[in-house]
Structures are given as structure tokens and as C-alpha cells.
């Protein structure tokens, strides 16, 4: 073989040496190149999922606070409505009342009020005050209502004080003011306001009587 022929072919196998390491080396930077990417595209995409599981976390947190809100604001209107309508049964009760004192069946009532008032007290001395009305019916029933305490068996002594504001019924005292029977219908009113309560309550939400 020609000089120049060997030498060619020595120069040709060290070459295609050459073009296969640069070859491989190629190959394994592309290899490595693309483990970093993924290993850079799995990084992001954990973080976007930790960064999505925050979210999802402060969404619900936000969501649960707005329902609940909701729910308390949905219960404050629905007890402010409740309580609207049951002092509008009373304000009704009152207007009912205010009639009642319009009847002739009052001025027999008012005088069962005073006297059972009067028998509470136990005091033979009494001053009795109603409002202006009022007090004109019982001064003219003066004498009914000393026969209804028992007349002469016992001392009666009644006098009538200065009106008082309220719809009707009556407040009987002692003359030092010491004690007071209240059983004016506001006074009855206040005393089971709380027993009314329930019953209306009742009555206008669960159906009860």
C-alpha cells in the first residue's frame, strides 16, 4: 500500500473517531440539557401547584367567612323580624285594650279591677288613681264600690288621687305611697310581657294555641 494511502486511511479512522466522541458528547449534553429542563419543568410545576393549593385554600377560607356572614346576617334580619311582628301583636293587644275602655262592659270591669286592687293592698285606707276618664267612673261608683268590700262590716276609706297615663285600670295605694297595687293593663302588661312573649311566639311561629 502506497505511503500516502496509509496515511490517508490513519487520518480518516482518527476523524471519524474524532466526529464520534464530539457525537456522544453532543448526546449527553442534550441528555443532561433535557433532565435539567424537566427537572426546571416539574420545579414550576410543583410551585404552580403549591401556589394553587394556597389559592384554593384562601378561596374557601373567603367563601366559608361569606356564608357564614351571610348565614348570621340572614339570621339577625330573620330575629329582627320575628321581634317586629310579635311587638306589632302587642301594639294590636293595646289598640283592642284601648277599645275595650269604650264599652259599657269596662265600667262594670273597672270596678272588679279596684276592688280586687283594693283587696290585694289590705289597707283600709286607699287613695285609687286611673286616668282622668277613669277616675269620673269611680268617684260615681263611690258607693258600688264600697258595698263590693263589704260595707259595715269593716271601716272602707277611699279617695282618689291625681290621674294617671295609661290606657285604663287602675293603681290603688297607701296615703304614704309606701305601697301600690299596680293593675293598670300596662302594669299587667309588663308583669307577664315575658309569658305573652312566648305564647305569641308560639302561636305566630310553630302554630300553638
Not at 464530539?22 to 401547584?49: N, S, T, Y
Not at 373567603?62 to 356572614?69: R, T
Not at 295605694?173 to 305601697?179: A, E, L, S, V
Request: glycine share 8%.
Amino acid at each position: 500500500m502506497p505511503a500516502e494511502k496509509g496515511a490517508q486511511l490513519i487520518a480518516d479512522d482518527i476523524i471519524n473517531e474524532a466526529k464520534e466522541k464530539a457525537a456522544d458528547i453532543v448526546r449527553r449534553a442534550k441528555k443532561e440539557a433535557r433532565a435539567l429542563l424537566d427537572a426546571a419543568r416539574f420545579g414550576a410545576k410543583e410551585e404552580m401547584g403549591h401556589e394553587m393549593k394556597e389559592a384554593r385554600a384562601q378561596g374557601k377560607h373567603v367563601y366559608d367567612g361569606v356564608l357564614a356572614e351571610g348565614r348570621m346576617k340572614a339570621k339577625r334580619e330573620m330575629l329582627q323580624k320575628r321581634e317586629e311582628l310579635i311587638n306589632e301583636v302587642f301594639r294590636e293587644a293595646e289598640k283592642k285594650l284601648q277599645a275595650q275602655t269604650s264599652s259599657k262592659k269596662y265600667e262594670e270591669d273597672l270596678i272588679h279591677i279596684t276592688v280586687g286592687a283594693y283587696k290585694k293592698l289590705g289597707s283600709e285606707k286607699v287613695i285609687i288613681r286611673a286616668n282622668r276618664r277613669d277616675l269620673k267612673l269611680l268617684e260615681k261608683s263611690k258607693d258600688t264600690i264600697t258595698r263590693e268590700l263589704g260595707g259595715g262590716e269593716r271601716a272602707v276609706n277611699i279617695s282618689f288621687g291625681e290621674p294617671i297615663q295609661t290606657i285604663g285600670g287602675v293603681r290603688v295605694g297607701t296615703p304614704d305611697g309606701k305601697i301600690e297595687i299596680d293593675e293598670t293593663f300596662e302594669g299587667k302588661m309588663r308583669r307577664e310581657f315575658e309569658t305573652l312573649r312566648v305564647k305569641i311566639a308560639k302561636v305566630l311561629f310553630e302554630g300553638s294555641k
